[in-house]
């Protein structure tokens, strides 16, 4: 998958709140940054952090690819 196609389907998804979906983008060991929250390392951890997505309004998500690699 090219990483604007991952990019567009993580926006999709979390716009439209599911939590679950925006997770099957991930590896199963995986490293999440999200300032300003520490460092998650596992999908449960994004879950627990992400609860509150359900309660957000105007979802606006910018992204911006510095690089990519194969």
């Known amino acids: 998958m090219?990483?604007?196609d991952?990019?567009?389907?993580f926006r999709n998804r979390w716009r439209n709140k599911q939590v679950d979906r925006v997770l099957e983008l991930f590896?199963?060991?995986v490293e999440y940054y999200?300032?300003?929250?520490p460092e998650l390392e596992s999908k449960e951890?994004?879950?627990?952090?992400w609860r509150n997505i359900r309660s957000q309004e105007n979802i606006e998500?910018?992204?911006e690819v510095f690089?990519?690699?194969?």
């Open 34 to 37: 999200e300032t300003p929250t």
């Open 45 to 49: 951890e994004i879950r627990n952090e």
């Open 2 to 4: 090219e990483i604007d």
């Open 27 to 29: 590896a199963d060991e």
């Open 6 to 9: 991952w990019l567009q389907k």
């Open 61 to 63: 998500i910018d992204t």
């Open 67 to 70: 690089s990519s690699a194969g």
